[in-house]
């Protein structure tokens, strides 16, 4: 298995811009989280999804912050428009219910 | 709303050393228990999982044990060796299968 899939593993953007990143999970895991990782929080939830349909996304900070997953197989979150306090690692993770998570290697964002 | 605080939140220890990390929750009502490692600009690797109705996991040098009644866990970790240099995360999740981490406990071990 692949193991969870991130991509770009690296995003250097300015101010303003739209920024989409994407995720692949395991194939035949129906949970898929995504966080995010600064050293001032942590790691924080964004938005859990369940057989693709979102179930808690309180940890969503903006308007400017939307998450989709279309299939099993795939699942995007965009930030429109960038801020530099969006600069983060960004992690998906997915899993088989409330089972064990497996992490993606993550998204390093820069915002200019 | 759950907490999670791990203590210590480093620590620096000689190489053979048998060491325990701390984590702390203050709901007791959790589905499940998950220690993670962490490597610098790295993802997060489970360890060991633990579910409400067991009292420890244990894989190779690593045990974790579960306490719900004191809200507690712990992470052995048996001779240490300089390669578990790694930030150490555990995570809790409650009914609602949403998971709440700590901040970790950053290990290094000296040769």
């Known amino acids: 298995d692949a193991g969870v899939i991130q991509s770009p593993r690296h995003e250097v953007t300015e101010m303003g811009q739209e920024v989409t990143l994407r995720c692949k999970p395991i194939?035949?895991?129906?949970?898929l989280f995504w966080y995010r990782q600064t050293m001032m929080r942590g790691l924080e939830l964004l938005i859990y999804?369940?057989?693709?349909?979102?179930?808690?996304d309180s940890g969503m900070p903006e308007d400017r912050f939307s998450a989709k997953m279309p299939n099993a197989s795939f699942s995007t979150l965009k930030i429109q428009p960038s801020e530099p306090r969006d600069s983060a690692v960004y992690f998906c993770?997915?899993?088989?219910?409330?089972?064990?998570?497996?992490f993606g290697p993550g998204t390093r964002l820069t915002v200019t | 709303k759950q907490e999670v605080t791990q203590i210590p939140a480093a620590l620096s220890v000689p190489e053979g050393e048998n060491l325990v990390l701390n984590c702390s929750f203050t709901?007791?009502?959790?589905?499940?228990l998950q220690w993670f490692r962490q490597d610098p600009g790295k993802g997060l690797t489970s360890l060991l999982l633990?579910?409400?109705?067991?009292r420890e996991q244990t894989s190779g040098r690593l045990n974790a044990s579960l306490d719900k009644s004191s809200g507690r866990s712990t992470l052995y970790i048996a001779a240490s060796q300089p390669g578990d240099s790694a930030t150490y995360l555990c995570?809790?999740?409650?009914?609602?299968?949403?998971?709440?981490f700590g901040r970790g406990t950053s290990l290094i071990v000296h040769p």
């Open positions: 993770a997915s899993g088989r219910d409330n089972y064990e998570q497996y």
């Open positions: 194939s035949g895991h129906n949970s």
């Open positions: 999804f369940n057989n693709n349909v979102p179930i808690d």
């Open positions: 709901d007791s009502a959790i589905y499940n």
């Open positions: 633990i579910q409400s109705s067991q």
């Open positions: 995570a809790v999740t409650g009914g609602s299968y949403i998971p709440t």
